[in-house]
């Protein structure tokens, strides 16, 4: 009898323990699929992330957007399904990436090598709207931190369709008419003007993803199926830059080509590592912050692509911190502009403020940070930044990117009204109790005091 319960027990104990294992096993392989993912907060946020505390019982989809714990969607090999990637023959030229190199660019994009880029990145491409439509000239923007490249691509966009194509009117109508190739041309035109500029307008480095693997995965540099694939091809004059571009325009603008990604590292590789350093200061040591699962843009990505230069800082020169330690601006006047409002820093100390070389660029378009979305502000008057008198009253356009907009809205910017002008008008849309929307305190950076007319349209909150 004593055997026989004794022979009972140990059968229960292996029991237990095989159910121990088992439950042991099934907690590994969700591990597993969270760490694929980049979900585990001990690999997606350092110590020391710069980025808001957050309760106990709110976590973040990877797309930015909080949801509370019990509500959001369980892990699956389904959460960052791509589409096969689009890849070069390793026989097209060019050069590819050593050791070194894609040590040294992850350590600039994430400040060590063993962050790899999270799934909305590696979604992200540039895409338009359809052809003749009312977004036409309008690229599709998806979720998270890519975005802010796609927007900041957006404003060179609009600049050549309003301002370099030779023999077409600088109106809303002829954006609403283009065709798809004008609007392969444009981005060609673009992404050329942006890493030419990168390079300080002496050379352009594009990257590629190519069929090889040229560096080896490691626990310290895990692989991401992109940098340790990248083939460089080097130009030394803008217009073959552009023409490589647009004869491999597909690798930049397909589902799966990785278009903003390798958009980025062609940045990188076109201003230098060395150029990188010297245009960063103590506030900015590497180019993309942790959030969620993902990665947001730091200030120097967009100084980089609006103006050929990584500077951290939005105000124009250099200026001390409270250290005493040089900071680094902006250093001159920009092609396009750049705009910043956030209801939750509002702009106070010179640090903060956006310097008028971004403001007053040289053609009327600006790159807008309402809140921490982006968004393009723009003219077709070209004349509006270089004649006083065109500031008086004139029109603005505004496109969010979101997808619920159809077309571009219609601003009326009026810089010497008053409020008991137009409540004795009638008007009384801009009179003392009514809220302003983010988007008109955008325009405020710009031009204080100016009441802003929606045309019709309800103002965006």
């Not at 992404?191 to 002496?202: E, K, R, S, V």
């Not at 020169?317 to 409270?322: N, S």
């Not at 053609?363 to 807008?368: A, K, S, T």
């Not at 008008?425 to 109790?433: E, F, K, R």
Request: charged content about 20%.
């Amino acid at each position: 009898m004593d055997k026989e319960v004794s022979d009972q027990e140990q059968h229960s104990q292996e029991l237990d323990l095989e159910e121990i294992t088992r439950k042991i096993s099934f907690l590994e392989k969700w591990r597993e699929i969270f760490s694929y993912h980049r979900l585990g907060t001990n690999n997606t946020t350092p110590q020391g992330h710069e980025g808001k505390h957050r309760s106990a019982d709110e976590t973040e989809d990877g797309t930015g957007m909080l949801q509370s714990r019990g509500q959001g969607h369980l892990p699956s090999t389904s959460l960052c399904s791509i589409s096969r990637p689009s890849i070069i023959s390793s026989k097209l030229g060019g050069f590819p990436i050593s050791l070194a190199m894609a040590a040294k660019l992850r350590q600039s994009l994430f400040g060590n090598t063993v962050h790899i880029f999270s799934c909305d990145w590696k979604k992200a491409y540039f895409k338009f709207h359809d052809p003749f439509s009312d977004l036409a000239f309008a690229l599709e923007v998806g979720k998270g931190g890519a975005r802010a490249i796609q927007m900041a691509v957006q404003v060179f966009i609009m600049k050549h369709l309003l301002f370099t194509r030779k023999g077409k009117d600088c109106s809303v109508h002829s954006l609403c008419e283009i065709s798809k190739q004008q609007q392969k041309e444009v981005l060609a035109v673009a992404l050329a003007d942006i890493l030419w500029a990168a390079g300080a307008a002496q050379k352009a480095t594009i990257c590629l993803v190519a069929e090889d693997t040229y560096v080896a995965a490691t626990p310290n540099c895990p692989g991401d199926d992109v940098t340790e694939r990248l083939q460089l091809f080097e130009f030394l004059e803008k217009e073959a830059t552009e023409k490589f571009i647009y004869d491999h325009l597909q690798y930049f603008k397909e589902d799966g080509s990785h278009g903003v990604i390798l958009l980025l590292c062609s940045l990188l590789f076109s201003r230098t590592f060395e150029g990188l350093q010297e245009d960063l200061d103590v506030t900015t040591t590497h180019l993309l912050q942790p959030s969620a699962g993902g990665f947001l843009c730091r200030q120097a990505v967009l100084n980089l692509i609006l103006t050929g230069r990584a500077s951290p800082n939005v105000f124009n020169g250099y200026q001390k911190g409270k250290s005493q330690e040089l900071l680094h601006g902006v250093l001159t006047r920009s092609d396009v502009g750049y705009l910043r409002w956030d209801k939750d820093n509002l702009e106070g100390g010179s640090l903060t403020q956006v310097g008028s070389m971004l403001k007053t660029p040289k053609v009327p378009i600006w790159l807008c940070n309402i809140n921490g979305n982006y968004s393009v502000l723009f003219s077709t008057n070209r004349q509006l930044l270089s004649d006083w008198k065109m500031e008086r009253l004139f029109d603005l356009y505004f496109c969010s990117g979101q997808p619920w907009q159809k077309k571009p809205v219609f601003l009326t910017i009026d810089t010497h009204s008053h409020s008991w002008e137009e409540d004795q008008n009638g008007g009384g849309t801009h009179g003392p109790g009514r809220r302003l929307s983010p988007v008109e305190m955008a325009v405020r950076t710009k031009w204080r005091e100016a009441t802003i007319q929606w045309n019709g349209t309800i103002p965006f909150f």
